[in-house]
């Protein structure tokens, strides 16, 4: 058996706004507040920091959506 060990890097918030009117959540099944959160990197990183929209009770990520789909940003 190998052991195979994930580095995550630390994340900071750097933005972070209400999105809008109550959607629906998948994750709740109920409608919730989602927010609009932008997250980069505490050390200095390759990559661009990472935006997402949030159910703002149980975290989701992309929870808005229906299974399966997800975000494509610009």
Do not use: A
Request: proline share 8%; charged share 30%.
């Amino acid at each position: 058996m190998t052991n195979v060990h994930i580095h995550r890097t630390p994340m900071r918030v750097v933005s972070y706004r209400p999105h809008g009117e109550p959607r629906w959540c998948f994750k709740c099944r109920t409608r919730r507040r989602f927010d609009y959160v932008v997250r980069d990197t505490i050390e200095p990183s390759y990559y661009d920091p990472y935006r997402c929209i949030e159910c703002g009770t149980c975290g989701q990520v992309d929870g808005d959506l229906f299974p399966g789909r997800s975000r494509e940003w610009e």
